[in-house]
């Protein structure tokens, strides 16, 4: 991730307070579960534990200034997530905030 897109991501959270079905494990191994501190993690559901929508490890305020408290231990899903994706679109969208323009990703 390019420095402007970590910048996008850390001004953002959207993708972490869009579902609390998301993000769920699937492709980690169980080394790669255990760098998870166990408070965050739903082990029942196979997830990061939420409060709503929002994962327990995002920390700040939506839009305005976020963070991940396992940024480097974060699911995989989290790691493909990519500032102005469709993924990225859906999440801002929820909750009111306008898309990312990436001229990168948008078709001619």
Request: contains cysteine; glycine residues 8%.
């Amino acid at each position: 991730m390019s420095s402007r897109d970590e910048a996008l991501c850390q001004a953002c959270g959207a993708c972490c307070a869009y579902s609390a079905e998301w993000p769920r494990f699937a492709l980690e191994t169980d080394a790669q579960l255990a760098k998870i501190p166990r408070a965050y993690v739903d082990e029942a559901c196979g997830r990061m534990r939420c409060g709503g929508d929002r994962c327990s490890a995002l920390t700040g305020e939506l839009g305005v200034a976020t963070a991940c408290a396992v940024y480097a231990a974060r699911p995989d899903v989290c790691r493909e997530c990519e500032p102005g994706d469709a993924a990225c679109g859906t999440a801002r969208a929820h909750i009111g905030l306008a898309p990312v323009m990436r001229p990168e990703l948008s078709t001619p």
